[in-house]
């Protein structure tokens, strides 16, 4: 099966610019390019960019299975390319975009890379610690703590998953 994505947005007015690339939407939608391409490999559909000076420095999809471990989770390997992008552990300006609330593991390197905010597609009330479960992301007592923007395009990234969960289960897609 094929999944596109689009844009339901009325058609732009002279006003607005045709593509705003520094806006949420835009690299949220990066981020769905990556998820798309974990998906087309069999891997759970989830996709992360790293974003730093307005510019994707990062660019990552599950590989779990691929690479046989358990932590190639998108945002870590988006993680782990930021920093060897500019030299250092520390991701303070830097922003992390990803399709779905990261779990606990992924949470808690966002936190000791010190990513400045996380932006997630859609919310994971049973799993995510960015508020859907457990907030790690913004826990006391922590040296760092992220700003949180949740649910953009939350609707696209929730579908991917449903209908990648739906295929291996052998019904329809929701």
């Known amino acids: 099966m094929s999944i596109i994505l689009h844009d339901e947005s009325p058609e732009p007015s002279d006003e607005e610019p ?3 690339l520094q806006s949420d939407a835009y ?7 990556q998820a798309l391409k ?6 759970v559909p989830i996709g992360a960019v790293v974003v730093k000076d307005g510019r994707i420095i990062a660019r990552a999809s599950n590989l779990v299975e691929t690479l046989k471990d358990a932590t190639a989770h998108a945002e870590m390997l988006a993680i782990t390319q930021a920093e060897n992008a500019i030299g250092d552990w520390r991701l303070n300006d830097c922003d992390l975009y990803v ?11 966002l ?6 905010r996380v932006i997630f597609g859609c919310h994971d009330p ?3 610690a960015a508020g859907g479960s457990i907030n790690i992301l913004q826990m006391s007592g922590l040296s760092h703590r992220c700003e949180i923007t949740g649910g953009v395009m939350g609707e696209e ?3 991917l998953l449903k209908t990648f969960f739906g295929e291996r289960r052998g019904g329809p897609a929701e």
């Open 111 to 116: 936190v000791n890379s010190r990513v400045r």
């Open 38 to 43: 974990a998906y087309e490999a069999e891997e």
């Open 99 to 109: 399709t779905k609330e990261p779990c606990p593991m992924c949470a808690g390197a």
């Open 27 to 33: 690299f949220m939608g990066q981020a769905l390019r």
């Open 157 to 159: 990234s929730g579908q």
């Open 126 to 128: 049973r799993g995510g």
């Open 18 to 20: 045709i593509i705003d």
